[in-house]
């Protein structure tokens, strides 16, 4: 039997039946369109958290301070309340640590933002040119402000996109324009480039300012809220971050580490946390859609035990006429395979169509890669292998002469 | 071309056995039009099923064109079948919605006959039973019981068989019809060469058989020629 012999066969069997075949395929159609969509939103999410924590930096130390502590009490007024980091300790830790290729020291808050008649509370962070390589910052136009504005405290501000958005809604070239922070005049020197938004923390919607006119204008205060160092390589991340520990103990006149009024968050450690848990909410939205793809699976293989029960006289007659065992079975297990192959074409596009339409109108974070069509097509011939082997064998098990006889 | 020696069945069910056919010895010469009479239950099916190559007798030796035929394995017998047999069924037992054409081509399609021989073949066995050419482009379910039944003869010389079993062909059709059918058989026995072995119930329709072989419970009780030819 040859090759285009099967195939016309099997497109005239599945012909004869159109809404048994179209609903037979609908079953796979949802189970590979459910597994290529939600495997979408799972691999959007991690890319996601892949794409924000490269734009931070994986080679990133960030230290902040510690719970602040009343003298003789215990009770802790949460993390980051200590004024405990100053840019002492942020220039000590650049003098004295090696293989840092930058440090910067920051300082944030939240204050109104105006101009003319717009404003805008948003995130303000006072911190030094420095930034913009730890932090992977790039412009969209004008320049970052340099040290010399840091030294001369000048009131000058570069903007986020979000910002932008807020306040000049209607103008692409932002520098030299004026803005009110806090009731203070700065100028805008530029604006960064969009990141995209990542939940409550949003790089997009974030006034920079030199640290030191932070420091008198807007905190009024030296302390920092942050100290963030890149490390030149990534495998030496663990001894710069237990430098920098021995470093501030000592600074600081601590000799218990567990005290320390200070923490290091490593952001390899957090990139592992988060992929290691948006690789479980892949795997678990794929195991649920796995599921309705093995009822779709179930599904093929009721239609092929009916259309094998029905069709046996036809299966007596084609081994009378001489078809082998290996014929039939081949005739209707490619019947099945056609089923979920085609079903898994309509699949795959459908699934697509709908991981699209979740980032257009949902919001959601998609990426359909070509592994996951590619799988997908395999596991649905697979199906159609497992799910039409036991109707076809079963077919090519009849015997001739009782199959004749069949009513 | 056919040797029968000593050929039983015996079926069992459970602790059950029947024997449908004990100790049927006779031959068949090449070109000869043998009728296989007897009532239902008389063993002439299973009989033909052995004949045929669709099932193994339980006893005795069955030679083939001289080659002993009685333990091929399944796949061995459908080879033999695509070869040397055609069959002619009571109830037509055509492809449904598949067109005339198609359906004589079906033994070929497994003979694995190459695609630009087919048509031609299945045209001249088409042509052999006198079927209209309009009519080779209908679909099996459009025909009439005659019509139905010349296809399924067609396509039982389709690959030139030099044994060709009828199994009650006339059975589903009505008297005018199947004397046009049997005619068919008579001709191409005559005129073609084609050995035709015809299974039957039907006393009037084993006449159109040069030879009439009876057969009553498992055992052939008389095998005669036939001296009065039906020629109507």
Redo the contacts between chains.
């Keep these: 039997m040859l090759f285009s012999d099967i195939i016309l066969e099997t497109s005239i069997a599945l012909l004869a039946n159109k809404v048994r075949s179209g609903l037979t395929m609908l079953g796979i159609v949802i189970g590979i369109g459910s597994v290529i969509a939600m495997i979408a939103v799972g691999q959007g999410a991690q890319k996601s958290v892949e794409d924000r924590i490269q734009s931070i930096g994986s080679n990133l130390l960030m230290i902040r301070p510690g719970f602040a502590r009343s003298p003789g009490q215990t009770v802790s007024q949460g993390q980051g309340s200590s004024t405990s980091l100053t840019l002492e300790d942020a220039q000590a830790i650049e003098s004295d640590v090696s293989f840092l290729s930058a440090v910067a020291p920051s300082v944030s808050g939240n204050y109104q933002v105006v101009s003319g008649g717009s404003n805008t509370r948003t995130s303000v962070t006072g911190t030094l040119p420095s930034y913009v390589t730890v932090r992977n910052i790039e412009l969209e136009s004008g320049s970052f402000f340099t040290d010399a504005h840091d030294t001369r405290r000048s009131k000058v501000a570069v903007i986020g996109p979000d910002v932008r958005d807020e306040l000049f809604p209607d103008e692409t070239d932002v520098a030299g324009k004026k803005i009110r922070i806090n009731g203070i005049d700065f100028t805008v020197l530029g604006l960064t480039v969009s990141k995209g938004s990542s939940g409550m923390d949003s790089a997009d919607d974030v006034v920079y300012v030199p640290l030191s006119t932070a420091a008198q204008y807007l905190t009024g205060s030296d302390a920092l809220s942050m100290i963030s160092v890149t490390v030149s390589d990534q495998s030496i991340m663990d001894q710069a971050s237990a430098d920098i520990t021995e470093l501030l103990l000592a600074r600081h006149d601590i000799v218990d580490e567990d005290s320390a009024d200070f923490r290091i968050m490593n952001q390899s450690d957090i990139v592992e946390t988060a992929s290691s848990v948006t690789e479980t909410f892949t795997l678990l939205l794929g195991a649920v859609a796995g599921i309705s793809l093995l009822v779709g699976g179930i599904g093929i293989m009721n239609m092929m035990l009916t259309t094998v029960t029905e069709r046996t006289r036809e299966i007596g007659l084609r081994k009378a006429i001489g078809a082998k065992r290996r014929d039939i079975s081949r005739q209707f297990l490619s019947e099945s395979v056609a089923l979920t192959f085609l079903g898994g074409v309509v699949g795959v596009v459908l699934g697509w169509g709908a991981a699209a339409l979740l980032t257009r109108f949902g919001g959601v974070a998609t990426s359909v890669s070509g592994i996951s069509v590619v799988l997908a097509f395999g596991v649905s011939a697979v199906i159609g292998i497992i799910f039409g082997y036991y109707p076809a064998r079963r077919a090519a098990r009849l015997n001739p002469i009782e199959a004749l006889r069949y009513e | 071309m056919i040797e029968c020696r000593n050929i039983s069945k015996i079926y069992c069910n459970g602790d059950n056995e029947t024997a449908a056919l004990s100790g049927a010895t006779f031959s068949v010469r090449d070109g000869e039009f043998v009728a296989i009479m007897g009532p239902s239950g008389s063993g002439k099916s299973t009989l033909m099923?052995i004949l045929?190559l669709?099932?193994l007798p339980t006893g005795g030796t069955y030679l083939l064109d001289g080659k002993d035929v009685s333990h091929l394995s399944?796949?061995e017998l459908?080879?033999v079948?695509?070869q040397k047999i055609?069959?002619v069924?009571q109830?037509f037992?055509l492809?449904?919605?598949?067109s005339v054409l198609r359906n004589v081509t079906?033994?070929l399609?497994?003979?694995?006959v190459p695609?630009s021989d087919r048509q031609a073949k299945a045209e001249d066995a088409l042509r052999a039973v006198e079927f209209p050419e309009e009519r080779w482009e209908h679909l099996s379910n459009q025909l009439s019981g005659g019509q139905m039944q010349r296809v399924a003869i067609a396509?039982a010389l389709v690959n030139n068989p030099s044994l060709v079993f009828a199994d009650e062909p006339t059975g589903n059709l009505d008297t005018k019809t199947g004397v046009l059918v049997m005619k068919a058989f008579r001709r191409l026995n005559r005129e073609k060469g084609h050995t035709i072995i015809l299974i039957t119930h039907e006393a009037e329709i084993a006449r159109y058989a040069d030879r009439i072989i009876t057969i009553r419970d498992g055992e052939i009780v008389s095998d005669m020629p036939n001296r009065e030819v039906r020629n109507d």
């Design positions: 099923n045929g669709l099932d399944e796949d459908a080879n079948r695509i055609g069959f069924f109830s037992n492809l449904p919605r598949t079906l033994p399609v497994y003979g694995g695609r396509r």
